[in-house]
DNA sequence: CGGATAAGTTGTGCAGCGCAACAAACAATG
DNA sequence: CATTGTTTGTTGCGCTGCACAACTTATCCG
């Protein structure tokens, strides 16, 4: 029922041949954890050795991979190790969320090129307002690195995001917008717009330290998103959203949420509602943290409450969708420790094959702002994905 | 973030062209609603005229594509119809479940060539005798159409399959069995041996009716199982197994299920405990429907509460997996309408995204044993993925 | 210093597709 | 009933792109 081929969709022609090869070998080099050389690439993808020097020979001339010096390993001929190009690819990545707008430019090394950040608060915001604040900080983000050519940029959004169009931001009261008109509007020199969901685009940030890797990702921010990632990719539902974690019913006469429903995860393991059950409204994760190393007793109670929340969405979750690994990110990311073992315990009761596949938990790699990175990311993957389309453009330059 | 090319995963040599070019034709005429020509082939895939013509002759050859006699349609040269061969490739579909064991050979055209069946109660029986009557049945169908080649055999199983071993079947009282190994032994002429989750492989024999559908499969039995399908593939979570709806908490304070934890929706809506509820232990769903014609108070409130459970399971689902429709199968299907006003309430309001996606409510399509279609269908998918395989093997004979 | 070894390059052969011209089979028209 | 127009399917040719093998290059080692 599975390990076939995939399936065909199109007509495959001479030239998809060296698009789909080409494809192959900047990602072998892109995505491999050491630099390495084309009989590596050779090796690792089953092309020919001569067929790789060609391909490798297209790849160094558009600017997506560099040669290194050549090293000398043992006998025979030194290799030259071919690593991702720095500073001749970019994405640009935007991020609109409750208390900052951010623009951050990564290249194809990963390395981030340019960086500009507004803090604020933008609940209940004009969106065309702040969606001039992004554009502006795009174009600045831009102008300090004139040299590096740019494929695109990326919006994360906290919401519903569909073909392209923002649904609905309900922290930030925005509904059924199109936000990449109006930034390419204002911002022509930021080029295709892709929008998406910001805990979707963390992961995709996150997907850097393993790029093969399968995880559930959970965003904590003032709701809680998540995102599914299978083999290095990011799962999409049918309309293009999905993994809305943050709206599982976990307490049938629970609190009334501002999605309409009852009972929703994050009336008891959002940040706000988190923080407020503790006692301590307003405040930081951070402190939140603190306190339960003092043990005071209501935050205790609450942060217990929420682990067994958690833990009993997350089940029901791998039940669905059977992933190996949870990833707590953003601000849930300094609770872990405190989640964990209320989480592990409805893990272990509720998950049907837990006897089988355990699932595991761990905190996100340390990055601030990751659907920034992940943003740019997002950018840049059509370059990545499809490097032939990217030649020909370079070329026509 | 979508729609880019599949991610390339190994080289592709000239050869590819040919094997995935060959896949695309003859899914083209296999899936298509009317037989297709060879120039609407062309038309549909953007493949030359020339092109569909050599790898129809192949696929002709190989028995797997049959010519209908040419019919003019208005002017120019009359169109030979294509369609999938009859009875010159078959798939055996096995099925074991809580009452009964069968075998349905199925063809490429989706004729059903032979079929047995043993009706029984096999809850808590012993594996090796119940597997060696499915061998059984499956040498004896294979038996009765000896002139039709078999491509190799499904198993269903109403349990957790994992790399093609089958975990826990808790209704049948199987654990950790590899029976694909047991049924060749006892019957090498099955081929190679596939097994698969029922519910599962149920949703595999909807797809019949619409190849590239999406939807969220649900199959009443003693549990609950489901299958997500996305654009005509069923989704496979990373070990092989997921979907387990019925194992999705509905009540944290309900009873206890045969998995361990409590307030699973099986222990509300799975067909057991919902006729128990109802006050009919023992009785079918069909007699349950009738009983609520009459307006029985009993069978009416246990319904509701299922419908009610059911629609906050569906909810759940949908909000993470984002699927357009649901159907229900097998004994669900019988009380669709007796359900529906309960789950469509509780979607409406526990959808994130009902306002733009309602999830659609549908019966499957009237068919006995889908599984068991289903099974023979995954048999056959081998040689509707890969034909050039297929078609090396038949030239090697 | 020469042999062993591995990396990368060059030239040839072959598979497989598109393209264009062509043959076949029918309908419409006067 | 012959002619024209239209669409289907086939044939021959040329091009693209990969594998393969032989070759060159650059290093290590004895």
């Known amino acids: ?14 030239e998809s041949l060296r698009e789909h090869n080409l494809a192959l070998v900047a990602r072998t080099v892109l995505l491999a954890p050491e630099p390495p050389s084309r009989a590596d690439v050779a090796a690792r993808t089953g092309l020919n050795r001569a067929t790789v020097s060609r391909l490798v020979a297209e790849l160094v001339a558009g600017g997506l991979l560099s040669e290194d010096d050549p090293v000398a390993a043992g006998a025979g001929r030194p290799a030259t190790p071919l690593r991702p190009a720095a500073g001749t690819v970019a994405g640009l ?10 623009a951050r430019l990564v290249d194809l090394a990963g390395r981030v090129v340019a960086e500009r950040m507004t ?8 969106p065309d307002e702040i969606l001039g604040l992004a554009a502006h900080l795009g174009r600045q983000t831009l102008e300090s690195a004139p040299d590096v050519p740019t494929a695109g940029t990326g919006l994360a959004l906290p919401g519903l995001v569909r073909e392209n169009r923002l649904l609905t931001a309900p922290n930030l009261d925005w509904h059924d917008l199109d936000p990449a008109d109006v930034l390419i509007r204002a911002a022509p020199e930021l080029g295709p717009v892709t929008l998406g969901n910001e805990a979707r685009l963390a992961a995709l940030a996150e997907l850097a330290t393993d790029p093969a890797a399968s995880f559930l990702y959970v965003s904590g921010e003032v709701g809680i998103g998540a995102a599914i990632v299978r083999d290095g990719e990011i799962v999409t539902g049918v309309h293009g959203f999905g993994a809305e974690l943050g709206h599982l019913m976990v307490d049938p006469g629970g609190h009334r949420c501002r999605c309409g429903a009852t009972g929703c995860l994050e009336t008891v393991a959002g940040t706000d509602a988190l923080l407020e059950a503790a006692g301590l409204p307003g405040a930081s994760m951070a402190e939140l943290a603190e306190r339960l190393v003092t043990g005071e007793a209501q935050a205790r109670a609450a942060v217990e409450r929420a682990a067994t929340a958690l833990g009993q969405a997350l089940a029901a979750f791998v039940n669905l969708v059977d992933v190996p690994t949870i990833v707590l990110g953003n601000t849930l990311a300094q609770l872990t420790e405190a989640l964990r073992p209320g989480i592990e315990a409805e893990l272990g009761t509720r998950v049907l094959a837990a006897r089988w596949a355990p699932p595991q938990l761990r905190t996100a790699a340390p990055l601030a702002h990751p659907a920034l990175t992940g943003a740019a990311r997002a950018a840049l993957a059509p370059v990545v994905d499809d490097p032939s389309a990217w030649l020909s453009r370079v070329r026509a330059d």
Chains 1, 2 share one sequence.
């Open 119 to 126: 803090p604020g608060h933008f609940r209940d915001s004009a």
């Open 1 to 14: 029922m599975d390990g076939y081929p995939d399936r065909p969709r199109r007509a495959a022609r001479q």
């Open 93 to 102: 990545g935007l991020e609109i969320n409750i208390d900052f707008v951010g």
